[in-house]
């Protein structure tokens, strides 16, 4: 297990350094000159020299991309270049926002996928299966910008049970966070809670045939004990490693949730950051998103690697 | 009597296999009907349009009617026909960006059999680019061209370069062992050929499948960031910021929001179901 942990953090580091050089080399692509934004419409040319110099914009680039890495690293993100605000304090408060909605879909997706994945990969009555089929194609293929409008139009205003957007935080008022963390949470876990249907469903039909199965049916295990602690924990690997990529997915995703329910997380900091022209947000929101998708799918390997030791021996 | 001799089975290419396999499925072939009628909607929006996208009157947010059979925007503007032609982006989107992005992933994943380094080089490339997902690419472009359409033109295509990419190179890898490509090497055909002629053409069953596949993406990504500012700009209509604005006006005219939601919704779920179909008949799953 050390083995494979050791050959395949490595490569994930790898990928890490070089997607922070792409985010670094592509937002310094980017048109328009910060420091000429920074200093305002009517600065003249020797103020803007002056605004490049204190942002440190006229440094070289390989010195820039090593402060900038620094810190990262040491968590000083430095402050906006256009309105001057601390970066760290507008990630931090985003952060809570978002992690707070992508746990509440995670949590969400795990139920909704996990409950209709064993419907799907245990009946064998066709309505139901037909019937679960089509709702998730149909969960999994409706992008969130649909299925949002659609949950705002239906439970927001013509049948006026929960807020159309805003946000409460769970700790201060958890009766009133609930309510307005359900729609956008319903919102960003159909998607991956249909995607983890499908594997699952999948996944347990092949373990279903299995041998060891009948053994357990003839020496008359009861049905739910041989489904939970039989069947289940053989078919769960190949999804572990479908829900490590849709949570890695999910940032993405919250970008366009956070849009519809106006949740004031990081999603909607990017969105605002890009419009702003605050290139250095961008910078930092966008190798955080990166760096998140990268580990999550390095975790999920080793996870992997560690229920199933046959992955450890591949390559 | 003994004559009544059936005419011989007209031998099938192999591409009219394939167009057989893909109206075989019932439900490629509706997906197919579905996207077909849309896009030629879409196309045809100067002649089918009741009224000019942008032709804005006093009479805003009204309900449906047999003048407005999706009723107005806050602009007063023609919901049906803001729709019509807020198909054209999506065309726009799927003919040139798809075909863009496969052909440089596939290119790509044929380059990955030609040496162990260039493989090795490339295989990073693709980690690094599949760890941007769709909308995080998206905001990456939209930073660095500005919002607009061109930023989803880019995008699509840079998404699906590592998916093209990957399918090839898996392509390559399980066939040039095969017989027949190591006797063409055997007789002397030079790499690229080999590559081209030889492996390409057997492995394209699974690249027709991520196509169908990718349209559907293409179709998500330009409402995604249209929805969020950074794609297709106001005034010129796009489903998804159509989408965007409605949510302010649910209460006053729903159909501005439920008009785009079912076009959208056919037009991704259509190319699932072609994917779908094609992934039953070519991969026999």
């Given at each position: 297990?050390?083995?494979?942990?050791?050959r395949?953090?490595?490569?994930?580091?790898?990928?890490?350094?070089?997607?922070?050089?792409?985010?670094?080399?592509?937002i310094?692509?980017?048109?328009?000159d910060?420091?000429?934004?920074?200093?305002?419409?009517?600065?003249?040319?020797?103020?803007?020299?002056?605004?490049?110099?204190?942002?440190?914009?006229?440094?070289?680039?390989?010195?820039?991309?090593?402060?900038w890495?620094?810190?990262?690293?040491?968590?000083?993100?430095?402050?906006?270049?256009?309105s001057?605000?601390s970066?760290?304090?507008?990630?931090?408060?985003?952060?809570?926002?978002?992690?707070?909605?992508?746990?509440?879909?995670?949590?969400?997706?795990?139920?909704l996928g996990?409950?209709?994945?064993?419907?799907?990969?245990?009946?064998?009555?066709?309505?139901?299966?037909?019937?679960?089929?089509?709702?998730?194609?149909?969960?999994?293929?409706?992008?969130?910008?649909?299925?949002?409008?659609?949950?705002?139009?239906?439970?927001?205003?013509?049948?006026?049970?929960?807020?159309?957007?805003?946000?409460?935080?769970?700790?201060r008022?958890p009766?009133?966070?609930v309510?307005?963390?359900i729609?956008p949470?319903l919102?960003?876990?159909?998607?991956?809670?249909?995607?983890?249907?499908?594997?699952?469903?999948?996944?347990?039909?092949?373990?279903?045939?299995?041998?060891f199965?009948?053994?357990?049916?003839?020496?008359?295990?009861?049905?739910?004990r041989?489904?939970?602690?039989?069947?289940?924990?053989?078919?769960?690997?190949?999804?572990?490693?479908?829900?490590?990529?849709?949570i890695?997915?999910?940032?993405?995703?919250?970008?366009?949730?956070?849009?519809?329910?106006?949740?004031?997380?990081v999603?909607?900091?990017?969105?605002?950051?890009?419009?702003?022209?605050?290139?250095?947000?961008v910078?930092?929101?966008?190798?955080f998103?990166?760096?998140v998708?990268?580990?999550?799918?390095?975790?999920?390997?080793?996870?992997?690697?560690?229920?199933?030791?046959?992955?450890?021996?591949e390559? | 009597?003994?004559?009544?001799?059936?005419?011989?089975?007209?031998?099938?290419?192999?591409?009219?296999?394939?167009?057989?396999?893909l109206?075989?499925?019932?439900?490629?072939?509706?997906?197919?009907?579905?996207?077909?009628?849309?896009?030629?909607?879409?196309?045809?929006?100067?002649?089918?349009?009741?009224?000019?996208?942008?032709?804005q009157?006093?009479?805003?947010?009204?309900?449906?009617s047999?003048?407005?059979?999706?009723?107005?925007?806050?602009?007063?503007?023609?919901?049906?026909?803001?729709?019509?032609?807020?198909?054209?982006?999506?065309?726009?989107?799927?003919?040139?960006?798809?075909?863009?992005?496969?052909?440089?992933?596939?290119?790509?994943g044929?380059?990955?059999?030609?040496?162990?380094?260039?493989d090795?080089?490339?295989?990073?490339?693709?980690?690094?680019?599949?760890?941007?997902?769709?909308?995080?690419?998206?905001?990456?472009?939209?930073?660095?061209?500005?919002?607009?359409?061109?930023?989803?033109?880019?995008?699509?295509?840079?998404?699906?370069?590592?998916?093209?990419?990957?399918?090839?190179?898996?392509?390559?890898?399980?066939?040039?062992?095969?017989?027949?490509?190591?006797?063409?090497?055997?007789?002397?055909?030079?790499?690229?050929?080999?590559?081209?002629?030889?492996?390409?053409?057997?492995?394209?069953?699974?690249?027709?499948?991520?196509l169908?596949?990718?349209?559907?993406?293409?179709?998500?990504i330009?409402?995604a960031?249209?929805?969020?500012?950074?794609?297709?700009?106001?005034?010129?209509?796009?489903?998804?910021?159509?989408?965007?604005?409605?949510?302010?006006?649910?209460?006053?005219?729903?159909?501005?929001?439920i008009?785009?939601m079912?076009?959208?919704?056919?037009?991704?779920?259509?190319?699932?179901?072609?994917?779908?179909?094609?992934?039953?008949?070519?991969?026999?799953?």
């Amino acid at each position: 297990m050390i083995r494979y942990a050791i050959r395949r953090i490595p490569s994930a580091l790898l990928v890490l350094f070089l997607a922070s050089i792409a985010v670094f080399a592509l937002i310094h692509l980017a048109k328009g000159d910060p420091a000429a934004l920074a200093a305002g419409p009517d600065a003249s040319p020797a103020e803007i020299a002056a605004k490049r110099h204190q942002l440190g914009l006229d440094d070289s680039l390989a010195s820039q991309y090593l402060n900038w890495l620094r810190g990262e690293l040491t968590g000083d993100l430095g402050n906006a270049y256009i309105s001057g605000g601390s970066i760290g304090e507008l990630v931090r408060n985003g952060l809570g926002n978002t992690v707070e909605l992508t746990s509440g879909a995670v949590v969400l997706a795990l139920a909704l996928g996990g409950a209709a994945g064993m419907g799907m990969g245990v009946s064998r009555r066709r309505p139901v299966n037909a019937v679960l089929n089509a709702l998730t194609t149909l969960a999994f293929a409706v992008p969130t910008y649909v299925s949002g409008v659609l949950l705002v139009l239906v439970l927001a205003v013509i049948f006026p049970i929960l807020p159309a957007g805003g946000h409460e935080s769970l700790l201060r008022d958890p009766t009133i966070g609930v309510q307005y963390l359900i729609m956008p949470a319903l919102c960003l876990s159909l998607p991956a809670a249909a995607t983890i249907a499908r594997f699952l469903a999948t996944s347990m039909r092949q373990v279903l045939d299995e041998d060891f199965l009948a053994t357990g049916v003839a020496k008359g295990l009861k049905t739910r004990r041989l489904l939970f602690r039989h069947a289940l924990p053989n078919a769960l690997p190949p999804v572990l490693t479908i829900v490590g990529i849709q949570i890695g997915q999910m940032l993405g995703g919250a970008i366009v949730v956070e849009a519809i329910f106006a949740w004031p997380g990081v999603g909607q900091l990017l969105r605002d950051s890009v419009l702003d022209h605050e290139y250095l947000i961008v910078q930092d929101l966008l190798l955080f998103a990166v760096a998140v998708f990268i580990v999550l799918q390095m975790i999920t390997d080793l996870v992997h690697a560690y229920i199933d030791p046959r992955i450890r021996t591949e390559h | 009597m003994a004559t009544l001799n059936v005419a011989a089975p007209m031998p099938v290419t192999p591409r009219q296999h394939r167009i057989r396999w893909l109206f075989g499925s019932p439900i490629a072939t509706a997906g197919i009907a579905v996207v077909v009628t849309l896009f030629a909607a879409g196309l045809l929006a100067p002649q089918l349009a009741p009224f000019p996208p942008n032709g804005q009157t006093n009479a805003a947010l009204q309900g449906a009617s047999t003048t407005h059979l999706l009723g107005t925007d806050e602009f007063g503007r023609d919901v049906l026909s803001r729709i019509l032609y807020g198909i054209r982006q999506d065309a726009i989107v799927a003919v040139v960006s798809v075909p863009a992005g496969a052909l440089l992933g596939v290119s790509l994943g044929l380059l990955t059999g030609l040496a162990g380094w260039l493989d090795t080089i490339l295989q990073r490339i693709f980690d690094v680019m599949l760890a941007f997902t769709a909308l995080i690419a998206g905001v990456t472009v939209a930073s660095i061209v500005g919002p607009g359409l061109p930023a989803v033109l880019v995008t699509v295509a840079v998404v699906n370069v590592p998916l093209f990419g990957r399918i090839t190179r898996t392509s390559v890898l399980t066939l040039r062992n095969r017989d027949y490509v190591v006797a063409a090497r055997v007789v002397g055909v030079r790499p690229i050929r080999l590559l081209v002629r030889h492996v390409l053409p057997n492995g394209v069953d699974p690249l027709i499948v991520q196509l169908a596949l990718s349209l559907s993406l293409a179709v998500f990504i330009e409402g995604a960031m249209s929805f969020i500012s950074l794609g297709v700009l106001l005034p010129q209509p796009s489903l998804g910021n159509m989408l965007q604005k409605s949510i302010n006006y649910l209460d006053r005219n729903p159909w501005y929001a439920i008009g785009p939601m079912v076009v959208v919704t056919l037009l991704v779920v259509g190319f699932q179901l072609i994917a779908d179909g094609l992934t039953h008949r070519l991969l026999r799953r």
